[in-house]
């Protein structure tokens, strides 16, 4: 899997300190959702990363758990200072050389790392060929690509994520005749369906962030949430006494959120030596 950010060096020339520590965030973001999904950062340089997966199933998932994730946190930020990754997948034989991987196999997923659209999934047909019936996910097929340093055409497939993930020229383009249509004959939808979507939608949101975190902040958060279950089933919401013995892993959580997350990273920065 290799990934890079659209428009880097915009983002470099308009804001260069926000951009660095926005790109250091989201690689940590990154980093644990690899580890997740069993892959391993190969490399990074400048923008790009590039990930080993055992499993070519786990290569997609995690691919689209990041687009969703750094989706979530992009919500909140204007469209100028938004920092979108294209990510491309392939699957094949690579040479392995220490630390470090090349080959076809790397070459190709860099190439579709190009042409996929900004927050988007491109896949190669063999990528393709492995996940279609396995995952639940919808795929557009957009046909034979040709890429640079690559002889022969690569099929290529988009991953849907949400309508983020069409060719750019379609996104930018206008509205077909039946696109159109569609719109015309819309019926507006009831104020009770917007709520309930709305709070779908940040339920989602919160499961999204949570299968971000690290274990020991999932594990007090189950267990704030295991007290609260037990308080409504047993005494309702009359008496709330859950809030007592969820005190040691609210400071637990409070204490990593505000305190551990900035060591961490300040260890990462300064490294074992400094």
């Known amino acids: 899997m290799c990934a890079d950010v659209a428009q880097y060096s915009k983002l470099m020339e308009r804001d260069e300190d926000g951009t660095l520590d926005r790109l250091k965030a989201y690689r940590l973001v990154m980093s644990a959702l690899t580890e997740r999904h069993n892959g391993r950062i190969v490399n990074t340089w400048g923008d790009a990363v590039i990930i080993e997966f055992a499993s070519v199933m786990e290569a997609v998932q995690c691919a689209v758990d990041i687009q969703n994730e750094l989706s979530v946190r992009n919500a909140d930020l204007p469209d100028l200072n938004r920092m979108e ?99 015309q004959t819309e019926i507006p939808r009831p104020e009770w369906e917007r709520d309930t979507q709305a709070v779908a939608s940040g339920f989602e949101q919160a499961r999204r962030w949570l299968r971000a975190q690290p274990k020991r902040v999932r594990s007090c958060v189950f267990m704030i ?21 969820s005190l040691p892993f609210a400071a637990m959580l409070v204490w990593y959120l505000l305190v551990g997350r900035q060591e961490k990273r300040f260890g990462e920065t300064t490294g074992p030596g400094d």
């Open 85 to 183: 990754f294209r990510i491309g997948i392939n699957l094949g034989d690579i040479m392995v050389e220490g630390e470090d991987i090349y080959g076809d196999g790397v070459n190709v997923a860099a190439r579709l790392q190009e042409i996929a659209p900004r927050g988007g999934i491109m896949l190669s047909q063999s990528v393709y060929d492995q996940v279609k019936t396995k995952m639940a996910l919808g795929f557009e097929p957009l046909g034979p690509q040709h890429v640079k340093n690559v002889t022969d055409p690569v099929e290529t497939y988009s991953v849907r994520i949400g309508g983020r993930n069409a060719p750019e020229e379609k996104r930018s383009g206008q509205e077909t005749n039946g696109t159109a249509e569609r719109r």
């Open 225 to 245: 949430g295991l007290f609260f279950v037990i308080n409504l089933l047993t005494s309702g919401l009359s008496t709330l006494w859950f809030v007592w013995p």
